[in-house]
């Protein structure tokens, strides 16, 4: 969309917007549109409702550039907009309750969550004595360098110690876990390793699904195993 095909699409709702300020939104970093050999701006229909989410927090919430700016950061991160005005974005529910032992549960696509060391604390609800222990221990790992290296693994992974932290279990008794799923990784890694190398086509779509369909067989094999050696005792 051309910069006056997006000022038509938010004039509706916000009948004060021009150009100007179209672009001074974009000076601010706000956003900031692709740009064609000629040196037009295209905006994308995601450019759109970015401006129209800043446009709404100024005019319903007064809240200033710099808060918004941050807000559409974390956002971008994989954070849900904050309900409260000025209040912090927040990790989406799903994170925080975890996936099923369902083989989408595994699929090989990332999540797009990345937080800081801050905002995993505040999330798991942890301090950072058991986040540094859980690190030290191979539970909780970094996936980049950069500010926001967390996950939404590293997120569940850190709450779920947590919660056994109440009962007196400490990140140094969950070695065995981490040792336990390193053991499984390769199994799994054994029988997927001959799809990965073959040239068939849609061999590694296969090699995709094998792992998603071995990785829920073996968690639902451990949560049974568990089960039944707690009902003998």
């Known amino acids: 969309m051309s910069i006056g095909e997006v000022l038509g699409a938010l004039r509706a709702d916000f009948p004060d917007v021009s150009i100007s300020k179209i672009r001074f939104l974009e000076a601010e970093g706000l956003v900031e549109p692709e740009r064609t ?101 191979g539970l909780v790992r970094p996936r980049s360098s950069s500010s926001a290296p967390y996950d939404a693994d590293a997120v569940l992974i850190a709450r779920t110690a947590g919660e056994l932290a109440a009962y007196g279990v400490e990140p140094r008794h969950l070695r065995a876990f981490r040792t336990a799923a390193d053991r499984e990784i390769g199994l799994v890694e054994q029988v997927v390793e001959p799809l990965r190398r073959s040239r068939d086509a849609g061999a590694h779509g296969r090699a995709e699904e094998t792992i998603s369909q071995m990785a829920s067989l073996s968690v639902r094999l451990h949560a049974a195993l568990v089960r039944a050696g707690l009902r003998a005792r």
Not at 61 to 78: F, T
Not at 97 to 118: I, V, W
């Open 37 to 137: 050999q000629a040196g037009y701006r295209k905006f994308s229909h995601a450019d759109v409702e970015r401006l129209r989410y800043v446009l709404q927090c100024q005019r319903e919430h007064y809240l200033p550039l710099k808060v918004i700016k941050e807000h559409l950061d974390a956002i971008d991160r994989g954070l849900e907009p904050p309900e409260v005005p000025g209040a912090a974005p927040r990790v989406p529910r799903m994170v925080l309750q975890g996936d099923g032992p369902d083989p989408a549960s595994f699929a090989a696509e990332p999540s797009d969550l990345r937080l800081t060391r801050a905002e995993l604390l505040e999330a798991a609800g942890i301090d950072e004595a058991i986040l540094g222990d859980l690190e030290n221990f």
